[in-house]
């Protein structure tokens, strides 16, 4: 009897160490869930931006819940990047974040892409369990909107009802579009974030130049790439239509013609 319950023992405290590992492996896959988007440039450059103090601060704010929020801001914003953070920063940020641009589709394949057809199981099926961010949203016809609304409620999948929509578009729903189902501008009206274009405040042009320039590494003779002042001036003057992709893809093009004859 005293053997069985030394025996006992011993079990019960190799059962208690795995348990332990197994919630440390977990504890640590979750953290690296979170690293992959804190840390990386996108993840820099949300912080470091003046003009998005108030929408990071918004999008915090509704992390946790499962509002569906509308990101409305100009092409070339960081309306991607807002709502991978919202993600990362609320409960849903151990499943995935999966993306879809509908701008760059084909209108006739986004009822497939989004619901799954022959052995694609779909984006909303593929985003169980965490985020689904819709580019350009208003690209979708009205019944596929409402078709996503329905969703959500389980009337339409019962397996899609548990996937969390962020939406983004350049412009805000209003009564009068016809391309907004009303559906969807009655679920986003109180919770549409919009994105500030990157003109509004010169000094995230510089700050995101100096990020850029420090992600694109150093000179071809290893020193560290700067920004002069002429080129401080230029950059704060420029209207920047394309936003923040655009200073991104100048700053790419002439970091790859420094120091060429």
Known sequence: GQDLLRLGRVLGK???????????????????????????????????STRLHEVRQRARELANTER???????????????AHFMHVEGTRAKGPFVTVSLASLDENSHEGELFGQADYAGAMRAAQGGS????????????????????????????????????????????????????????VMLYTLAIPPLRSDARDVLALAELFL????????????????????????????????????????AASRAGKQ
């Open 14 to 48: 190799v059962i208690w160490h795995r348990l332990q590992e197994a919630q440390e492996r977990l504890r640590l896959r979750d953290e690296v869930q979170r690293l992959r988007f804190h840390g990386t440039t996108p993840h820099q450059a949300l912080l470091a």
């Open 214 to 253: 420090s992600d694109l590494g150093p000179a071809r003779d290893g020193s560290p790439r700067l920004l002069s002042e002429r080129t401080k001036r230029i950059l704060t003057c420029y209207d920047w239509p394309d936003n923040v992709r655009e200073l991104r893809r100048v700053l790419e093009i």
């Open 132 to 187: 689904l961010f819709l580019d350009d949203v208003d690209r979708l016809s009205p019944a596929l909107q409402e078709r996503l609304m329905k969703s959500l409620q389980g009337s339409d999948n019962q397996a899609t009802a548990s996937t969390r929509l962020l939406l983004a578009s350049s412009k805000a729903p209003a009564d009068e579009q016809e391309q907004w189902a009303a559906s969807l501008r009655e679920r």
């Open 68 to 82: 569906v929020v509308l990101f409305v801001g100009e092409p070339g914003t960081e309306r991607e990047e807002l």
